[in-house]
């Protein structure tokens, strides 16, 4: 299962009006993003405005052209992109992503998997 992770850059000025824009998200955003194939979505809001995402998935790429698709996620991307600094296109589609150099599970599972380092064989 793919684990994506991105990070965005919001206006400092607009923090407040970002997290009130998500508390709640529009139900049928949500059911959007459901329905593209995207689990266990959570965004961070780290110091300045640091926006750090991260969502499971079967196949992002195909969760990436059902959204590009969506007229309901074309609406909330137009009315999200003011929120973001330096950034070209919809939010949703030029976040920058972030490159995995860990995960426990995985690490725990092919530690499981290996010969001990005092295994004689």
Do not use: C, K
Request: glycine share 6%; no cysteine; net charge negative.
């Amino acid at each position: 299962m793919p684990r994506v992770a991105f990070q965005l850059q919001i206006d400092p000025a607009l923090i407040d009006e970002y997290v009130a824009r998500h508390t709640p998200v529009w139900p049928e955003m949500l059911a959007e993003i459901a329905a593209a194939g995207r689990r266990n979505y959570s965004l961070f809001l780290g110091d300045g405005g640091r926006l750090f995402g991260y969502y499971e998935v079967d196949d992002d790429t195909a969760a990436q052209a059902y959204l590009a698709a969506s007229p309901v996620a074309a609406r909330w991307e137009a009315e999200m992109s003011r929120f973001f600094v330096g950034l070209e296109g919809r939010p949703d589609q030029a976040a920058t992503p972030l490159v995995e150099v860990f995960n426990l599970h995985d690490q725990l599972a092919a530690a499981a998997d290996a010969p001990s380092e005092s295994d004689p064989s």
